[in-house]
């Protein structure tokens, strides 16, 4: 399988805490991105960062990329309730194919 | 509505059968995809297409059949359903740019009975 690894699969936090997730990936590629899927619905992008980017923040998302380890993390600040969710990394080898990792799953509690 | 809609929402169909599903969007990507969820697999590529008439496999395509004859369409059809393609299925687009996100339709859940 191409897919990587994410690390933990499961996270449970309180609000006001920071979560951090870890991705690990296999092939060379051109970017990674992250996208949150809440509970039965689709997916929606958060960030990407490029292959000669190391990191990138957005708003309350920090991501970091290392692309001697073919590693990345996902750090959510101050975590809020309304984070409660799915996240994947997905990296892009070529040709928009996203490769997803197995992904975390976040619950923060009041 | 713009955006990228999935037809239909549930699917509950009998083994052996063929069963299409839908895949719009309103944006004029070049590129569409078609991935599976499965617990503990994430999601996994099936077929993608890069343009109108121009299709490829992905990682898992065995037993899944696509075509796209207009850009916004992108069906997915599953000539004879078998139990273990019970999942949800995702179908995305993008603009085909180098370093550009992917927008995902909602899912639609099918169950192979």
């Known amino acids: 399988s191409q897919q990587g690894e994410e690390d933990p699969q499961a996270l449970s936090i309180q609000e006001g805490e920071n979560a951090t997730m870890n991705c690990s990936y296999k092939t060379s590629i051109n970017n990674l991105q992250w996208y949150r899927q809440n509970s039965g619905r689709g997916l929606v992008h958060l960030i990407l960062?490029?292959?000669?980017?190391r990191e990138k923040h957005s708003g309350r998302l920090r991501v970091t990329l290392d692309t001697s380890k073919k590693s990345s993390s996902l750090l959510i600040t101050a975590s809020r309730a309304a984070d409660t969710a799915s996240y994947f990394c997905a990296t892009d080898a070529g040709f928009q194919k996203l490769v997803f990792g197995t992904g975390t799953r976040l619950l923060v509690s009041p | 509505d713009a955006g990228i809609t999935q037809s239909p929402r549930y699917k509950i169909t009998e083994t052996g059968r063929q069963v299409t599903l839908m895949c719009h969007q309103t944006w004029s990507h070049s590129y569409m995809f078609w991935y599976r969820q499965d617990l503990g697999h994430g999601l996994r590529l099936i077929y993608y297409?890069?343009?109108?008439?121009?299709?490829d496999k992905g990682e898992v395509p065995d037993g899944y059949v696509v075509s796209r004859s207009k850009t916004e369409n992108f069906p997915l059809t599953l000539e004879s359903a078998t139990r273990s393609q019970t999942s949800v299925y995702f179908c995305a687009s993008s603009d085909g740019s180098l370093n550009t996100e992917a927008f995902f339709g909602q899912g639609t859940r099918l169950t192979v009975v």
């Open positions: 297409s890069a343009a109108a008439d121009i299709t």
């Open positions: 960062i490029r292959s000669n980017e």
